[in-house]
């Protein structure tokens, strides 16, 4: 692992290119100082093709802790790409970033774009989402696990198709008949995520080339979510509201 870090940060002095400016804040900043965003890329042309490109940020107090989360999710994502079969071909993988939920408080990150192999027959690749989610006061990833609460209700909606679908590779709900397995395995699912966007809780079915967004209001969701998770979410709204 040491090598791949020493490797990918030789290629992010050599090859990136920066750009800096505020983000708009959705849920207004408490902090006096406000929210900037640094573009950071990773380029690599040699015998790989990859082409990444993350947040940094800035102008909060735990910056530090939550760039090395960034940071470390794009590196360990390549050195898994890497692994296995993939080591005797060239590896395509092209990432872009949205950060689709910013307060001070809390972070929600999509990464979208292609993953494959570069070999003999030319390049394959298949579709990709991931997301990333940070509580940037505690300065630690909230997964699925640790937000949603009450497992069942929130896969209930899902299978009531109380979730719209508002994006993907597939025209119809996530879970239809011919995924019992899926089913089976309810919200923990290894290819089932989630991101916030502003008022509201999306799920992710990631698989492979097909994938669907499917978002829901907060509101309609949130008394199945951490509460405290929650209030680092929507508690700025409450706070100008009152």
Do not use: W
């Not at 042309?45 to 910056?63: A, C, F, H, Q, T």
């Not at 395509?92 to 990150?109: A, H, P, R, T, V």
């Not at 198709?161 to 239809?176: A, K, L, N, Q, Y």
């Not at 397995?181 to 995520?193: C, H, Q, S, T, V």
């Amino acid at each position: 692992m040491k090598n791949i870090f020493i490797f990918l940060l030789t290629i992010l002095c050599i090859s990136s290119a920066d750009s800096i400016h505020p983000y708009p804040v959705g849920n207004p900043s408490l902090s006096e100082e406000p929210i900037v965003i640094l573009d950071r890329h990773i380029v690599e042309r040699n015998e790989n093709d990859i082409e990444i490109s993350y947040p940094m940020v800035l102008g909060i107090e735990n910056k530090d802790r939550v760039n090395e989360i960034i940071r470390n999710y794009i590196y360990e994502m390549v050195e898994r790409d890497r692994a296995g079969i993939y080591e005797m071909y060239g590896l395509l993988l092209i990432l872009d970033y949205k950060i689709e939920f910013l307060n001070d408080k809390f972070i929600s990150i999509k990464y979208e774009g292609s993953f494959g192999v570069i070999g003999n027959a030319g390049r394959g690749y298949i579709r990709l989402i991931y997301t990333l989610n940070i509580d940037m006061q505690e300065g630690k990833i909230i997964n699925k696990e640790d937000i949603i609460k009450n497992e069942k209700e929130i896969f209930e909606l899902l299978m009531q198709d109380r979730f719209e679908i508002i994006g993907g590779t597939v025209d119809m709900p996530p879970f239809s008949s011919t995924q019992a397995i899926r089913k089976n395995e309810g919200m923990k699912a290894p290819n089932l995520d989630y991101y916030i966007n502003e008022g509201k809780f999306i799920i992710v079915q990631g698989a492979y080339s097909a994938h669907a967004i499917c978002s829901i209001d907060l509101d309609e969701v949130k008394e199945y979510l951490d509460e405290d998770i929650v209030e680092k979410i929507c508690g700025t709204q409450k706070e100008e509201q009152g």
